[in-house]
């Protein structure tokens, strides 16, 4: 096995994950998950999106929480924009990347954000334009890689063309994100070399759900190909709009075992980590949704 | 990745599973798991064990579970036996392999079954070659062979001397077992090379509990040395002994859809295969713990 000596974890779970859970999250709490994640030593966290409140409202306090976190100055704070309006709004908060997106399924594109793939990419040159300019990293998310919840099997052609999109208007970094988690091994890697034929191995992610258990055997399959960048959501955090009760993103307690059982640094402290998920978790009233975290609490309470 | 183009998986939820769990289940459930089992395409599968029911009640009906079952030519149905009392007990049910066990981890086998390793193998010795004689086939299972709950890790060394021992006393085939589910891919693999040492890769199994979630990677990483048995359990029966509320044995539908994924082949229907393990956890008043089942089953619900 060649692997990478480090990863990089991307913690999206203030974010992705808590855009998909139920209950409303106070603003404090988000703040409070943020601070421990930080101190658990991620060093990149998705806090939040500016997309409509209408759309999602689980963010409409967008503002408030960026303005709430005390900043490190070694930490990057990311945030979602979904065009030209959001990213107005973005940028008054001051976030070091903002995160676009397309679909590599042109049904999920269609019923997800109403219109075809290749509009969403000309929506957001504009936005990738406007950031560069002032000096925020842009990094796009490649949704439904693997497999689609309208289509099913995402052909790696799809993501190669998507990838291309993001290049072309200027997008430093794409993630291929498995949203619906449908993805195995074989497939996740065609998937991101796909993505590898515009993006150079520092600039790829693997973005993973664990809906069918199969996420970190698709990270152990990206790691053998030289990915260090990983996006995870602490507690697992999410569940799966497409299947009721199932789990969404990865636990990035989970990726972290495994990491660091490997001998990968992540710069993370597990401990610390396990803390921040259960902090949320006992917000949200139930357990974290993590192998690993489950395991380490157990045997804690002895 | 070399990866073998067919995986043979055993079943050992009526067993491994079952012996886990709290309730008992009366016979005609555990019968009607297996012919559900083989229904849905597995080939061998782990029925029961022939301990004292003073230690494990949940078997106390091995008999009976045994003689109830309509055999199937192709199907190979082992149980598993401590002693040469319980192998004396065992054959006159017909089993077609015996399991014998040892842990790589002295401070295991002294507390499990209160003796050393060496004793147990001793005592294995004529279990073995009794059911050899008697044309029954003889399989091992390697115990704690990444890590322990009393010694912490467990060097490949350990494992290998137990392969070695397990292979002087007419052992057919061995099983690298991650008891406890801590081990990561390169542990694992590094456990599996020792037992490669003495067993070719024809005659190793492997054997993940996902307690903390690792099993897919696991077997991903053992699939990449050519392994292409392994054992698992239908719906994750089975909890963690170690860890209160933990996950046991990696769910058999997990790894089936992510074999299936890949192109592998395993000869099992994967719905009926969720039939199965539904069939079961239906009767334990709980939901299948398999992420695979889970989504599978979220989608038929629609």
Redesign the interface.
């Known amino acids: 096995?060649k692997l990478p000596s480090k990863v990089k974890i991307v913690d999206v779970g203030p974010r992705d994950g808590l855009q998909n859970e139920k209950g409303q999250v106070p603003a404090e709490i988000k703040i409070g998950l943020v601070h421990r994640l930080q101190d658990a030593g991620l060093k990149e966290i998705e806090v939040t999106s500016f997309v409509s409140p209408k759309w999602v409202p689980q963010m409409a306090d967008n503002a408030e929480v960026m303005a709430g976190i005390q900043r490190r100055p070694d930490v990057r704070y990311s945030v979602l924009v979904p065009n030209m309006k959001g990213f107005e709004a973005a940028v008054a908060s001051r976030p070091d990347e903002i995160v676009v997106f397309g679909a590599a399924s042109e049904a999920f594109s269609q019923k997800n954000i109403n219109c075809s793939i290749a509009e969403s990419i000309e929506r957001f040159a504009p936005v990738a334009e406007a950031a560069l300019a002032k000096g925020i990293a842009v990094r796009g998310a490649i949704s439904t890689a693997v497999g689609c919840p309208y289509e099913g099997d995402v052909a790696p052609e799809r993501v190669e063309l998507v990838a291309r999109l993001m290049k072309q208007i200027g997008v430093q970094h794409v993630g291929v994100a498995d949203t619906i988690?449908?993805?195995?091994?074989?497939?996740v890697q065609a998937a991101m070399e796909a993505a590898l034929k515009h993006y150079d191995i520092d600039h790829v992610s693997g973005h993973f759900h664990?809906?069918?258990?199969?996420a970190?055997?698709n990270?152990?399959?990206c790691l053998?190909m030289g990915v260090y960048h990983y996006d995870t959501s602490s507690a697992g955090l999410g569940g799966?709009p497409y299947?009721?009760?199932?789990?969404g993103n990865v636990?990035t307690e989970?990726v972290v075992?495994?990491l660091?059982?490997?001998?990968i640094e992540t710069g993370i402290d597990l401990d610390k980590l396990i803390d921040a998920g259960k902090y949320i978790s006992d917000f949200l009233q139930r357990k974290p949704n993590?192998?690993?975290s489950?395991?380490?609490l157990?045997?804690r309470?002895g």
């Open positions: 096995m988690g449908v993805g195995t091994p074989k497939k664990d809906t069918y258990g199969q970190l055997g990270t152990l399959a053998e799966c299947a009721k009760g199932a789990t636990a989970d075992y495994m660091h059982g490997m001998g993590s192998r690993a489950t395991a380490i157990n045997k309470a």
